[in-house]
């Protein structure tokens, strides 16, 4: 193979420097979005969680693709369409063109993420192997603390669209490589992909996440919100009957049986579902409410990712010596503590407020992520690692996508309530609350602002900031429950005698649809 295999590290290096930088910048550039496209809340919810849907819903139904047409053929595809939705995320002239662009993404993404670390695992053996993801690893971290401020410098620099455009010449860059220098790979046994449970899975997870985002509009009394997630419930019962009967199933079911790996589900999802969820509205309370630019947002939030960073390293020599539900359980009740610090915020509040939060979240997300894969991988033998690591990384999808549109729903309500209470003490608005209140969730408060006389905006400037405090101080107080529950039941579901030993130690990091560590 000779050189080729530091050939193989470049290529996966760079695919997957531009897929985590992606989802770091995106988060700064929202409310920039927002009053560029006119976008409402529930269209910039929908920006994020179209890439987290359609890569959830296709990242085993990729690692399967890639092991029947081979795992560089698959990469090279992902990156092309990668790259390519991210050209038509920065042309987009609607938020709808925007939202379907993220959708396209996430198609590529996930034929990125589901061939990898597979590919490096083809081309590298030994302790090679290991230096090659100690590599990736570290990629996976500068992209994560760089993304923010990046971000930020792109937007306010230039253009909210440059986040997308920048992405270009490092898929270029990747697919030359790949193409040039990348051995191909392929499992000769592959099974074949489970059509019918992607599109029962696919069905359910889309219905589920739209009557959510539905119901931040409508309430969740609405009868299109209750058909919504009736039709959710449907298809997942749907979907375990058709997985147990499959005899190529994309969810080994059998799985669940095994306490550490539900326990590692368990912890996947409660920080998606909290702290990776929160963070937008955080950066919509940094932009919008504080008035801050993308690029002092991006600043603010390099804290976190800072703290990610330097306790990851920390907690992966741990994880060597340290069980490791004492690592992910206490970590994820870290990372709910954060939330309950930062909460208790107020239209007077300043951005300090969030310092304690943001540090103790950085610090519980570092004590979970690298030891997180262990629970998924670790319990199987090498054979099942695919689709092992691969629900995991599922579930983290889903935690995200799910968060971002329930969590949002509360925001909306808790946000509206506090805007019509406050209105009615304003005299002049209180006939005007309720559309006050749409207009702040379509994402129209300065339009608000400049048909209220200029000695009274002032006043309703306070109210709206106040409103929006109180809204977030809602989800952030759920969010820490949340991540908190998750805490204790991994801790006590995580058992270390539930991990496989074997002699081939290096085979677990050869799962497919082992995802790159979430920020």
Known sequence: MGNKKWWTLAAVCLGTFMLLLDITIVSVALPPIERSLGASFSELQWVVDAYSLTLASLLLTGGSLADLFGRRKVFVAGVAAFTSGSLLCGLAT???FLILSRGFQGIGGAAMFSTALALLANAFGGRERGVAFGVWGAVTGIAVAVGP???????????????????????????????????????????????PGFALFSAALVS?????????????GDAGVLACLAIAALGVAAFVLLE???????????????????????????????????????????QDALGYSALQSGLRLLIISGAILVVSSLTGRLSASVPIRVLIGPGLVVSGASLFVMSGISGDSSWTHLVPGFVLAGVGAGLVNPPLA??????????????????NSTLRQVGIATGIAALGSLFATAERHAVVARAS???????????????????????VLARIPKLERPRVAVMLRASFASGLDEILVIGGVLACVSGVAAFFLIRSQDFVVTSSAPA????????????
Request: net charge positive.
């Open 244 to 286: 147990r009967h499959s005899a190529s199933p994309m969810f080994d079911l059998g799985l669940f049986k095994v306490p550490t790996f539900v326990g590692g589900l368990v912890a996947a999802f409660g920080l998606s579902v909290s702290v990776f969820s929160i963070l937008l509205y955080l950066v919509l309370y940094l």
């Open 374 to 391: 262990s629970t998924a991988i670790g319990v199987v033998t090498p054979f099942r690692a695919g689709m092992a690591s691969g629900i």
């Open 94 to 96: 609607s938020p709808l």
């Open 508 to 519: 677990a990091p050869t799962a497919r649809g082992e995802q790159a560590r979430d920020v």
């Open 149 to 195: 401020v990046l971000g930020g410098l792109i937007t306010s620099g230039l253009s909210w669209r440059w986040i997308f455009f920048v992405n270009a010449p490092f898929g270029i860059a990747a697919i030359a490589i790949s193409l040039a220098r990348v051995e191909e790979s392929r499992e000769r046994s592959g099974r074949r992909v489970d059509w």
């Open 208 to 220: 589920l996440v739209y009557g959510l985002i539905r119901a931040s509009e409508q309430g969740f």
């Open 425 to 447: 003490k304003i005299p002049g608005l209180a006939t005007h609350a309720g559309q006050i209140a749409t207009a702040l969730r379509n994402g129209a408060a300065r339009a």
